[in-house]
Every structure is written in structure tokens, then in C-alpha cells.
């Protein structure tokens, strides 16, 4: 992965709005972009992503990958970025021996 695939796993450079210049890459959460990004966010929307709220916060580059906790309430009590079937998914292909 590298420093266009945000913390939640989904790689900005493959959105359209970001090749229309509508919309910044994202980062991982231990990236300086991170901050950026949420600094960005906050003037723009009064908010921020919560997932990469959390990862920045918590030091998480990624959170599939490097989070004990995923998937969590960040990513499980709302529609994005992933859907309940691919979580349930997740979870059970991690408890698997």
C-alpha cells in the first residue's frame, strides 16, 4: 500500500473525484497527510472521516490491516466505506483457525 490508500483500505487514486480535482487523496493514519486531511476536512465540512479520525488518533496506518479492533463501530454503524456482509465476512475469516 502506499500514501493514496486512505486508512480505511480504499485507494483515492481509483476515484473519479479525485481525478476530477474534487476531492484530495486520502492518507494512512500514521501519515503527516492524515492530519492534513482532517484539518482539510474540518474547514470544508465542520467534521471528519471517523475512521480516519481513529487511525490517526490511535497510530493505526491502516485499519484492515493493522487494527486489533477492526472491524469496529467506525466502520460497522454506518453505510461507509464498506458493507455489513464484507464485515461479517472479515470477522469470520479472522476467527478461523
Excluded: H
Amino acid at each position: 500500500m502506499d500514501e493514496t490508500t486512505g486508512a480505511c483500505g480504499i485507494n483515492c487514486m481509483a476515484c473519479r473525484l479525485v481525478a476530477m480535482g474534487r476531492c484530495s487523496p486520502c492518507a494512512p493514519g500514521t501519515s503527516p497527510r492524515a492530519q492534513q486531511k482532517l484539518a482539510a476536512q474540518l474547514r470544508a465540512f465542520g467534521g471528519y472521516c471517523l475512521v480516519l479520525k481513529c487511525a490517526a488518533d490511535r497510530g493505526v496506518g491502516w485499519c484492515m490491516r493493522d487494527c486489533p479492533q477492526f472491524p469496529c463501530e467506525n466502520f460497522s454503524e454506518g453505510p461507509y466505506p464498506y458493507s455489513e456482509s464484507f464485515l461479517r465476512m472479515q470477522l469470520r475469516r479472522r476467527s478461523e483457525p
